[in-house]
């Protein structure tokens, strides 16, 4: 693949990154960078909740009126709380060889097609675990609320 080609399919992905978060290049006549896709992504905990609502035939959604709120809550999780396994420590050290293995292998144009594939790869799993991060949210509401109805008034001010 030539060096024009794949700068050609390089924007074609970010234009339909970019559309599955409502933006519209071709409208705005503007470029976007991974990071603007990033912030319009946080559109998604909406359509979290409307997912949850829908699979567990509940109203998550009406109830949870501060999206930002989850959104800190996951971006705290991530940064102040969230420690790596000694596996998922392992598995990285290994990725990491097997990477540098196989782009050594690569031409430019190879190496820059693996730098994109591993952006879209990223973005999938930080969309994947934030849906978890906001389902398992959703599911402890639920939870809260039915043992609040199963066994009366709960006391928030009780230690």
């Known amino acids: 693949m030539k060096n024009k080609d794949v700068e050609k399919r390089k924007k074609e992905l970010i234009k339909e990154l970019a559309l599955l978060y409502d933006y519209d290049i071709e409208k705005d006549n503007a470029k976007i960078s991974k990071e603007e896709i990033e912030a319009k992504r946080k559109v998604n905990v909406k359509d979290y909740l409307e997912g949850f609502d829908k699979e567990f035939e509940t109203y998550t959604k009406e109830k949870i ?55 879209c790869q990223d973005i999938m799993m930080n969309d994947m675990n934030e849906e978890s ?16 109805k199963r066994y009366g008034k709960a006391d928030v001010n009780k230690k």
């Open 65 to 119: 009126k501060e999206i930002p709120l989850l959104i800190n809550l996951y971006q705290e999780f991530l940064q102040e709380v969230y420690q790596p396994s000694k596996r998922y420590q392992l598995v990285i050290k290994i990725k990491k060889e097997i990477d540098k293995d196989i782009e050594k292998t690569f031409t430019e144009e190879q190496q820059e097609l693996m730098k994109q594939f591993k952006e």
């Open 133 to 148: 991060f906001i389902y398992g949210y959703c599911m402890a509401s639920e939870l809260r609320e039915e043992a609040i």
